[in-house]
């Protein structure tokens, strides 16, 4: 791959896995379901014929159901990294946003972690060591896509330095 084609694939925001925000969304689904069965069972309104009863229950279940996928939704959209040939950029928050800015200039390792699911759906944990005069920061890269093309751009910074 053309060192110009990689730098074009550093322009664009990294996200986590959309695998894993459907995989959350899937277990909240199941738990509230559960949660909506246990409450109408626990409220006597099973064999109810009145079936107008469970209403309120269901649309409060449905509301938290709601509010649960925007929460997920938004917490994705807005956690995302910019990784360039000299920075990690690390952006989020949803009602107070913070960046975080590492310069890869005294850039001292680079590890892909993957588990099992990661290699299936290719997402995993990149954690960069950056190196200071006093001290070491150690940089979660967490549940991002494509991470081995992402973990190329920045061993090649390393390569570079040397």
Same mark, same amino acid.
């Not at 074009?8 to 896995?17: F, G, I, P, S, Y």
């Not at 807005?78 to 005294?106: A, M, P, T």
């Not at 190329?152 to 330095?161: A, G, H, Q, T, V």
């Given at each position: 791959?053309?060192?110009?084609?990689?730098?074009?694939?550093?322009?664009?925001?990294?996200?986590?896995?959309?695998?894993?925000?459907?995989?959350?969304?899937?277990?909240a689904?199941?738990?509230?379901?559960?949660?909506?069965? +246990? *409450?109408?069972?626990?409220?006597?309104?099973?064999?109810?014929?009145?079936?107008?009863?469970?209403? /309120?229950?269901?649309?409060?279940?449905?509301? +938290?159901?709601?509010?649960?996928? +925007?929460?997920?939704?938004?917490?994705?959209?807005?956690?995302?990294?910019?990784?360039?040939?000299?920075?990690?950029?690390?952006?989020?928050?949803?009602?107070?946003? *913070?960046?975080?800015f590492? *310069?890869?200039?005294?850039?001292?390792?680079?590890?892909?972690?993957?588990?099992?699911?990661?290699?299936?759906?290719?997402?995993?944990?990149?954690?960069?060591?950056?190196?200071? *005069?006093?001290?070491?920061?150690?940089?979660?890269?967490?549940?991002? /896509?494509? /991470?081995?093309?992402?973990?190329?751009?920045?061993?090649?910074? +390393?390569?570079?330095?040397?």
């Amino acid at each position: 791959m053309s060192d110009k084609a990689l730098t074009e694939e550093t322009v664009k925001k990294t996200r986590e896995a959309f695998v894993l925000i459907a995989f959350r969304l899937f277990w909240a689904q199941f738990f509230l379901g559960a949660l909506y069965f +246990l *409450s109408i069972e626990w409220l006597g309104l099973v064999d109810s014929e009145v079936v107008i009863g469970r209403l /309120p229950v269901f649309a409060a279940v449905q509301s +938290l159901q709601i509010l649960l996928s +925007l929460y997920f939704f938004m917490r994705w959209f807005n956690h995302y990294y910019y990784i360039s040939d000299s920075e990690v950029v690390c952006h989020r928050g949803i009602f107070s946003q *913070s960046s975080d800015f590492y *310069s890869l200039e005294r850039l001292e390792s680079a590890n892909l972690k993957q588990s099992f699911l990661g290699m299936v759906f290719n997402y995993g944990t990149i954690k960069i060591t950056i190196h200071h *005069s006093d001290h070491r920061d150690a940089v979660l890269i967490k549940n991002i /896509p494509r /991470p081995k093309k992402q973990t190329r751009i920045i061993e090649r910074n +390393l390569r570079e330095k040397k």
